[in-house]
């Protein structure tokens, strides 16, 4: 299978922190992948190149077979790779309906190219008007509730799903997750992951996510992979990427001794 | 020949203005990040008070080379009365508020000081024009300039050599740096940033007035005299890049040559050729020539 | 049963309560009439307002749009009055998008202050240029429709009523635009850009449109009132012209379309007043009412600039 994503030797200085040293990372479609690693390790870095942030000083990237080193943010999207933000990107001063609005209303901008297109045209990916498609948004995500607040009042996670959720709403090939829970308590946690996995799987959607709750990322990555000091530690399967003794020394700690025993049981 | 050496010179007592004038509007906005519009009512505030005082000097018969002294008393006076007045009566609420909202704040400052001019001295015009004929001429380049130009050129060149020092090499100074660099973390170290504050607006306000004082014997002290020189500041200011000392220099410099050029060959274009210098300059260098780096924002 | 839009509604009696009021009010039309023109203008703003911009320059536009019409009369001899609102427009949405090539890369201050050296630009011009008047400018002729004189001293109504109208069509046609997929970008972008363009969209392209139908809409005003004015000159390019039009808009606030006309009107009212009985604290006045707004009304100011201090970040 072509794979959709394939970075090849990426390098990235700042100064004189190298935050990627030859970084080849190939992803297959259809899959969920764990990014980890400690702060500073590169795994932001990566996220940032393959999005368009940042250019790669030497490497590039190729999505579904094209070129996107060199390419824009904006453009990348249009592609279809779509990012939710470790701090929360809302439009703080419009309601979550507006913020979900905005959103498909830029899709429809997209798609149609039609600048004076009005509420009722019909977003495409959706089959429904505009307004329609937003309810349908909020109600997968179980925003309802929060129709009418304003993004600036939301609580923390609230509004890291509504950042999801708007990167999702995209309607993107690839979505790359930057810290989905950091911030968010721990019951909420697993709500949100399962939303957005959920509603995100169900599409067929290849999801790459940055996590530090190394649960998290045993229960919903297929495959992991471990960042350190600008290179890949190891890459593979959850149970044999967390129980690798260097990902342990360099990344997660001891909490993985107890993961891995209460991993067997719960793990499908 | 004769006629570029005649454009230089014009070029340089120009962009010696120029550099007086922006000076003070760049040291505000690269520690405090305001643009402060009302930049041309102090610098009216100086012209007028010198005005009032080398009239009042001279008009009591006191010695008249001393007259230079009371334009220097003008800038100080200004600087001491107003610079606190504002920053601690009105700038010091709104700080952490959009750099815009600042904007808006200093141009409703404007809009106040105007009128409070027109208040205290009336709208006839004043004339203190002796210190400028007092010196006499000197001859360079066989044409006649007032001697006073050099004094203008002195008085720039001399606060410009000034405050760079006193931010290069004192204490307070390096402090300063530190502040114009980054306030947060200048705040967390236990840097007093609200007086840092207060003593640059006062500072700042001190150069607008200097400017005024010093113009005020070569022109008509009128109302509204101020207006065009927030303008022209800008324009000097964005060539060198917003907040930089050397390139408040540089712009002042190269609006100053490109404009007597104008004012030599086609007066026509003489305002336009300013701004077209500064829009020409943000095309190929969008924040200024001596720019400072962007910091990464997510 | 679709409910009705309560703007829609307000314009339409607005319209007409104008059209009554001119005909019960004739002193009144002068003012009223200029009122329109400048609330045009406003309304620009207020599109770029809620665009998270300032423009210090859209005195620019406004004088393009009346210089247009003077020089189309004076040295032309064409006074068609539909014409000449035409040309205000072309004239004003032309220079704003060879200009938005360079303003829509700038924000906050630079935006500002860019456009405020831009109209100066226009300024110095026009101030050496003799053919044009120099700094006395020069006197425009009434204009008029089909033929029929309109506007001047004996035919106020006329130039008034379609003043209203135009307006009208003005207000209704933001207001719809406000409800499109480019129009709602607006707040997004002024909240934050960062998000916008992560999710495929042009926050340049975006700006650079709004800052054209700003300048049409300025150009459109600029038109109408040299019309009603019967005079033009250099003063109306001048920065503090368009510091004016900024105090308006500010204190009008970006909720309706229908705010600028009303601000301008009451701009306009206490204007002619203040001048009459205290002409050397009307500054003074606009200043302190400009700094109490900035100060007590956050809120309204908020919905003007309420993304947070850093741009794009919590």
Known sequence: MTPILNAQGLCKKFGAVTAAWGISISVEPDTVVGLIGTNGAGKTTFVNMVTGYLKPDAGNIHFKGQDVTALHPRQIT?????????????????TVLENVVVALGIVLHNSKRSWWARSPKIVPAYGTPLMVAAEMMLDRFG???????????????????LDIAMALAVKPEMLILDEPTSGVSTDEKFGIMDTVMSAARSEGVTVLFVEHDMEIVS?????????????????????????????????????????????????? | MREVVALLIDGIIYSSWLFIIALGLTLIYGVMKILNMAHGSLYALGAY??????????????????????????????????????????????????EIVLLLV?????????????LIWGVDAYYVSEPYGMLGNVEFGGLIYPVYNVVLIAVSAAAGVALASVLRYTHHGKLLSAVIHDREISMAMGINVARFYLVTFTIGTMLAAIGGALTAPTVSVVPGMGVQVIVLAFAVVVVGGLGSLPGAALGALIVGLVRSAAVHYLPQVELFSIYAVMALVLIFRPKGLFAAAEVRKI | ????????????????????????????????????????????LLLLLRTGLVSFGQGLFYCLGAYAVGSLGQFFGIKDVLLLLLTGVAVGSSVAFLLGFLMAKYREIFFAMLSLAFSMILYGLLVRTAALGSTDGFNVAPPTLFGRPIGGEAHQYALFALACVVAFLTALMMHTYFKTVLGRLS????????????????????IHVKYVIAGALAGLGGALTAMTVGHIDPDLAYWTTSGEFIFVAILSGTGSVIAPFLGSLVFEIIRTYAYQYSPNTWQLVVGSALLLVIVFFPAGLWSVFGHLRRRGSA
């Open chain 2, 49 to 98: 008070m010198a005005a009032t005082l080398v009239g009042y000097w001279l008009g009591h018969g006191h010695a008249p080379y001393a007259s230079y002294g009371m334009l220097a008393v003008a800038a100080v006076i200004v600087g001491l009365v107003a610079g606190p007045l504002i920053e601690r009566g009105l700038l010091r609420f709104m700080y952490g508020r959009d």
């Open chain 3, 187 to 206: 707040p997004a972008i002024r909240d934050n850009e960062i998000r916008v363009e992560y999710m495929g969209a042009s926050v340049r392209h975006a």
């Open chain 2, 106 to 118: 200093t141009y409703a400052l404007f809009l106040i000081l105007e009128d409070v001019i027109k």
């Open chain 1, 143 to 161: 925003l309802r509730s929060y129709r009418t607040s304003r993004a600036r009042v939301l609580p923390e996670g609230v509004r890291k799903l």
């Open chain 1, 219 to 268: 229960r919903y990555s297929k495959r992991v992979i471990a960042f350190y000091e600008g290179r890949i530690l190891a890459d593979g399967a959850p149970a044999h990427v967390l129980g690798d003794p260097d990902v342990r020394k360099y990344v997660v700690g001891g909490q993985v001794a107890a993961l891995s025993t209460s991993k067997e049981t719960t793990r499908a």
């Open chain 3, 1 to 44: 049963m679709k409910r009705l839009d309560p703007t829609l509604l307000a314009l339409f009696v607005a319209l007409l309560a104008l059209l009554v009021l001119g005909f019960l009010l004739p002193k009144w039309l002068f003012l009223l009439t200029l009122s329109l023109g400048k609330g045009l203008v406003v309304l620009g």
């Open chain 1, 78 to 94: 249009r592609l279809g790779i779509c990012r939710s933000f470790q701090i929360p990107q809302l439009y703080d001063s419009l």
